[in-house]
């Protein structure tokens, strides 16, 4: 599918130097940086490693049994 797009002057100018340093087409950064941005848009909003962190026990809190409960009504 093509469509066009309208990038600023600076943008586009960035996007060039990148493609001429990379020796890659304009269109190729655009359709991976776009492949990109939609991995991580329709993956989770919390990587998979922070889901599955399970804590670190070397650093777990001690029990604070001096502190109060809370209010029952706070409002």
Aim: glycine share 2%.
């Amino acid at each position: 599918m093509n469509f066009s797009i309208y990038l600023k002057d600076e943008l586009a100018s960035r996007l060039s130097a990148v493609a001429k340093k990379e020796q890659v087409s304009r269109n190729n950064l655009i359709v991976e940086a776009i492949e990109r941005l939609l991995k991580e848009r329709e993956s989770s909003f919390w990587g998979e490693e922070v889901m599955n962190w399970r804590g670190c026990p070397e650093f777990e809190l001690p029990a604070r049994d001096d502190l109060l409960p809370p209010k029952e009504e706070i409002f």
